[in-house]
Nanobody, 117 residues
Framework: QVQLVESGGGLVQPGGSLRLSCAAA??????????MAWHRQAPGKQRELVAT???????NYLDNVKGRFTIYSDHAKNTVYLQMNSLQPEDTAVYYC?????????WGQGTQVTVSS
């Protein structure tokens, strides 16, 4: 069983930064997961994939976050992070952590990110 616990959301001004954390609770290491990702969903919009991180170390990003967002892991803490810089109002959304492990998809509860002056 995998539990994903997110933290780090909040209110930030345009141009600011936030770091989201996704801790994998339980006995499963993030090393065992085929890949992990961050998605987001803004009000009235579909959920979209923001960034992925595979067990082989490859990463991919949504075009409009490239160069601003970075996904990375800390294996000692069993945690995946999303560092978000140069935030813009259009980045406002609920951000969800996702993991794929043993043919099953797991989701976190979501954390709100609001970019506003």
């Amino acid at each position: 069983q995998v539990q994903l616990v997110e933290s780090g959301g909040g209110l930030v001004q345009p141009g600011g930064s936030l770091r989201l954390s996704c801790a994998a609770a339980g006995s499963v290491s993030i090393d065992a997961m085929a890949f992990m990702a961050w998605h987001r969903q803004a009000p009235g919009k579909q959920r979209e994939l923001v960034a992925t991180f595979s067990r082989w170390g490859t990463t991919n990003y949504l075009d409009n976050v490239k160069g601003r967002f970075t996904i990375y892991s800390d294996h000692a803490k069993n945690t995946v992070y999303l560092q978000m810089n140069s935030l813009q109002p259009e980045d406002t959304a609920v951000y969800y952590c996702y993991a794929h492990y043993s043919v099953t998809d797991y989701w976190g509860q979501g954390t709100q990110v609001t970019v506003s002056s």
